[in-house]
């Protein structure tokens, strides 16, 4: 069984940064994908952010392209979110989650989901 964490979020001004992580635990772990997604209230959940885990190969949502960077260490089984010029509207839970396999396009497939860290951004 493989667990997710998030962590890295807090209170930020506008345009300043935020850098979120996700580790991975458990016995093995090599999955197709990984991907962030967000969540404010009163929202749909929205994809932000994916990433091939066997290969250097990334996809982003038009609302974070040029701003959000995501990228893997997989010796540390860690995937991250670099966050620039972060807006109010950025505000939001920040979940990261597996895609096991190939499955439907970018935004589809995610099965194990951590708890999500909290991203606010004040003006």
């Known amino acids: 069984q493989v667990q997710l964490v998030e962590s890295g979020g807090g209170l930020v001004q506008a345009g300043g940064s935020l850098r979120l992580s996700c580790a991975a635990s458990g016995r093995t772990f090599n999955p197709y994908a990984m991907g962030w997604f967000r969540q404010a209230p009163g929202k749909e959940r929205e994809f932000v952010a994916t990433?091939?885990?066997?290969?250097?190969?990334?996809y982003y949502a038009d609302s974070v392209k040029g701003r959000f960077t995501i990228s893997r260490d997989t010796a540390k089984r860690t995937v991250y979110l670099q966050m620039n010029s972060l807006q109010p509207e950025d505000s939001a839970l920040y979940y990261c989650a597996i895609k096991p396999t190939n499955y439907g396009n970018f935004a589809v497939g995610y099965s194990t989901w951590g708890q999500g860290t909290q991203v606010t951004v004040s003006s």
């Open positions: 990433t091939r885990w066997s290969y250097d190969y990334t």
